[in-house]
């Protein structure tokens, strides 16, 4: 029996203690949450004018209110007490204006404000903890919303009176389906949105699988194509048929039907087996092979490449890597809500610090990845009204299902990450802040994104929660090269999955170049006009005029070398569960 050496034992103790804690508390690292706290709690003890200040503060209010509650008993068009923000949709409906639950929700909305208040500008808390107690005290807010209960909801009261009931009985129907599901871990039936039934239809074949991706090569639909080919690198925390759903708004179909060659790199979905697979595999294995592949199709031509989300981080990556090894094979580089500079990454941040990812890195070494229910938790919390309480209300009280729809059916059909990538990853972007400082190390040689010269197209999203748009927007500052730089509406991934026709699309659309000044943010947006539509067609046509003519289309694979048609798309990589 081979024992470990005491220090390596000791070691392995903690991290399976912080690996059974971290079951109990979603991935959350108890000693982080409790820093915060401590900070704030500290900070704000020793801060007797800021106490003050909130004390006046709740009462002055409170003694307002009670005045406005007793005129709102018989004034129904009396002036809110406090308003709402813009995108406060929880009270909208008008029997919130009605009393007693026009008293109910201003009250929940002037406390809401005070804890605001309360957890903000507090001198000498750090900006991280700060940031992490607002955000927590917003959760608690949000759960104890009078929305999310029956007796203190008009609108469900309604439903309740109007329908007998049934809404209830319906919402418990769902309940304990919802409940069944998540114990037993069913499968979807054969009923709902399938892939390569439904989605992920656009007719190609895989040519290339290594352990790592597969490549596919999308069908030809005209007589000539675009001489060089588009490669499209998608994130690999999803599949990559967000940008292939129905036909009406897949975007390589829409490409496809236009005379492009697309080829789509589908990520294997890692196991415990995939463990020790790094940063430096996903850039050999994934990209650099897909690239590879293109090449032997067809040889000296360029490649437009695209990425999205985490793959357009890694692909920026690579295309560094590329022009600082005179590697000349990228025409373009597209870039799709994807963050080349990390330090105002958005809520995402909250949960990256020494201690969060010391904790998280003990859980994925106990599986050997990162799992998708953690993941889908982590993103839930960041939208928790949307993804999690107005759903919960909408199902379980009102007794509405909303049936499943082909972004829904992607957004649930995520992917794991392997240990030692997603370590790599959160370390050396997120909290170092390596690629964008120039510590980047591929093949231990640093790399920097300033050798880049090809012209980028880079794509944000006004709402986007994962890489809010001015951190997306970085890039203008760092790359030395023309950049055409769109801002759409929708979020991070309604805004990308916004095909021509589509209804209230609109954005903002300028061009960069190397020698130009540097134009911040909030100049870029009060300067460029909004434009109705799609900004698939403006990319179309960029692509267009950085591309050299018509060929006749290439054909599927390269037998001679090995690429021969495996299976036809989608593949099998993106049906492993």
């Not at 690292?29 to 020793?46: R, V």
């Not at 114990?183 to 074949?205: F, K, M, N, Y």
């Not at 392997?418 to 400082?437: C, I, T």
């Not at 030395?480 to 699309?505: K, Y």
Request: net charge negative; hydrophobic share 40%; proline share 6%.
């Amino acid at each position: 029996m081979t024992r470990l050496p005491m220090p390596e034992l000791k070691t392995t103790v903690d991290r399976m203690i912080h690996a059974i804690e971290g079951r109990m508390t979603k991935g959350l690292s108890p000693a982080s949450q409790i820093l915060a706290f401590t900070d704030w709690l500290i900070h704000m003890a020793h801060s007797p004018g800021k106490i003050s200040e909130m004390a006046e503060n709740i009462l002055r209010k409170n003694s307002a209110f009670l005045i406005w509650s007793m005129r709102a008993a018989w004034d129904p068009d009396l002036e809110p007490f406090i308003r709402p923000l813009k995108d406060d949709r929880r009270f909208r409906d008008p029997l919130w204006s009605q009393f007693p639950y026009n008293v109910i929700s201003q009250s929940f909305l002037m406390h809401e404000q005070w804890w605001n208040y309360a957890t903000t500008n507090i001198p000498g808390v750090s900006s991280h903890h700060e940031n992490m107690v607002h955000f927590a005290a917003r959760q608690w807010l949000d759960m104890a919303s009078p929305t999310n209960f029956a007796h203190t909801n008009p609108v469900v009261l309604d439903k309740t009176l109007k329908s007998g009931g049934m809404n209830l009985y319906q919402g418990m129907q769902k309940l304990l389906e919802d409940i069944q599901h998540t114990l037993l871990e069913q499968p979807q039936s054969e009923a709902d949105i399938q892939v390569g039934r439904d989605i992920a239809v656009t007719p190609g074949q895989v040519i290339y699988r290594n352990r790592l991706i597969e490549l596919i090569q999308y069908s030809p639909s005209t007589e000539t194509v675009a001489a060089e080919p588009i490669l499209i690198v998608p994130a690999w925390i999803m599949k990559y048929y967000i940008l292939d759903l129905s036909p009406h708004n897949s975007m390589v179909k829409f490409l496809v039907e236009r005379g492009h060659t697309v080829y789509m790199i589908s990520w294997h979905n890692p196991g415990v087996d995939d463990r020790d697979l790094d940063m430096q595999d996903y850039i050999d294995l994934g990209v650099m092979a897909a690239l590879d592949s293109i090449s032997q199709i067809q040889p000296q031509v360029g490649i437009h490449a695209v990425g999205y989300c985490l793959g357009g981080t890694l692909l920026s990556i690579c295309a560094a890597a590329m022009a600082r090894d005179n590697d000349s094979r990228l025409q373009s580089l597209t870039l799709f809500t994807a963050q080349t500079d990390f330090t105002e990454a958005g809520e995402l941040m909250l949960f990256i610090d020494e201690s969060q990812l010391s904790y998280m890195e003990d859980i994925m070494w106990d599986k050997g990845y990162l799992d998708t229910k953690q993941m889908a938790g982590a993103f839930m919390l960041l939208r928790s009204y949307d993804l999690l309480w107005s759903r919960m209300v909408n199902e379980y009280l009102l007794g509405e299902v909303a049936p499943m729809n082909d972004l829904m059916t992607w957004n649930a059909d995520a992917t794991r990450m392997p240990y030692k990538m997603h370590s790599q990853y959160l370390r050396q972007l997120f909290l170092n802040n390596d690629l964008a400082s120039g510590r980047y190390l591929v093949k231990d040689r640093p790399i920097s994104l300033r050798d880049i010269r090809v012209p980028v197209f880079a794509v944000a999203t006004q709402t986007d929660h994962v890489a809010p748009w001015r951190s997306v927007y970085k890039l203008n500052d760092l790359f030395n090269t023309e950049i055409t730089f769109v801002l759409t509406s929708g979020g991070h991934n309604a805004g990308i999955v916004s095909e021509p026709g589509h209804p209230r699309r609109h954005y903002q659309i300028g061009v960069q170049r190397a020698e130009d000044k540097y134009i911040p943010p909030s100049e870029w947006i009060q300067n460029h006009p909004s434009h109705q539509g799609s900004w698939w067609e403006p990319w179309r046509e960029w692509i267009s005029r950085h591309s050299s003519g018509q060929v006749a289309p290439p054909s599927a694979g390269n037998p001679e070398s090995g690429l021969a048609p495996l299976t036809p798309a989608p593949g099998l990589y993106v049906l492993e569960k």
